[in-house]
């Protein structure tokens, strides 16, 4: 069993940053790879990015390229999730989530935190 917990969540203003961080934790060996995921009210689950033990990122909706960069500390069995320029259509609840498979492999995705709110006023 895998455990995750989000943090860094909030209220922000359109065009403000926010750094989230997913702590892993428990029976990880071999769950390396870490995404981010969300889901704003109404609307389906969103692939936001991936990355892979070894650092290699890949990003998933095109709303985000350019604006959000995933990061990884593999000492601290931490992922990060910055993200800048953000806008009203970002607010959602952001999960991180873990896999054994590569990152853009979204069935590999089996143990799930229970999310951060992010929030971006316009």
């Known amino acids: 069993q895998v455990q995750l917990v989000e943090a860094g969540g909030g209220l922000v203003q359109a065009g403000g940053s926010l750094r989230l961080s997913c702590v892993a934790s428990g029976s990880i060996l071999g769950y390396y790879t870490m995404g981010w995921f969300r889901q704003a009210p109404g609307k389906e689950r969103e692939f936001v990015g991936g990355?892979?033990?070894?650092?290699?990122?890949?990003n998933g909706a095109d709303s985000v390229k350019g604006r959000f960069t995933i990061s990884r500390d593999n000492a601290k069995n931490t992922v990060y999730l910055q993200m800048n320029a953000l806008k009203p259509e970002d607010t959602a609840l952001y999960y991180c989530?873990?896999?054994?498979?590569?990152?853009?492999?979204?069935?590999?995705?089996?143990?799930w935190g229970l999310g951060t709110q992010v929030t971006v006023a316009s």
């Open positions: 989530a873990t896999s054994n498979r590569g990152p853009t492999e979204l069935r590999g995705y089996i143990y």
């Open positions: 990355i892979s033990i070894a650092g290699a990122s890949a």
